[in-house]
Nanobody
Framework: QVQLVESGGGLVQAGGSLRLSCAASGRTFSSYAMDWFRQAPGKERELVAGISWSGSNTYYADSVKGRFTISRDNAKNTVYLQMNSLKPEDTAVYYC???????????WGQGTQVTVSS
């Protein structure tokens, strides 16, 4: 099994920044993609950003392009989400997901709350 632990969430004013981390432990894979999702109250979970194993390929939802940056440190089995210019609509629980390359299953973290006040 893989354990994913997110951290770095909190309360921030609009325009502020937060850096989320997601550390993986347990079973190891030769390569895996990592994604950040978020879910606001009453809304469906949505993909925010994703990054390939090498880090050469990244994806961002239109709503966060230019404000959020995803990165990873494979030596530390950790993925990051740098969130700048935060808006109240970014308020949500943020989850990381690990997808091993070549497997048809994935793992989720428990989530970390991000609250942006106006």
């Amino acid at each position: 099994q893989v354990q994913l632990v997110e951290s770095g969430g909190g309360l921030v004013q609009a325009g502020g920044s937060l850096r989320l981390s997601c550390a993986a432990s347990g079973r190891t894979f030769s390569s895996y993609a990592m994604d950040w999702f978020r879910q606001a109250p009453g809304k469906e979970r949505e993909l925010v950003a994703g990054i390939s194993w090498s880090g050469s390929n990244t994806y961002y939802a239109d709503s966060v392009k230019g404000r959020f940056t995803i990165s990873r440190d494979n030596a530390k089995n950790t993925v990051y989400l740098q969130m700048n210019s935060l808006k109240p609509e970014d308020t949500a629980v943020y989850y990381c997901k690990l997808t091993p390359v070549g497997y048809d299953y994935n793992y989720w973290g428990q989530g970390t709350q991000v609250t942006v006040s106006s």
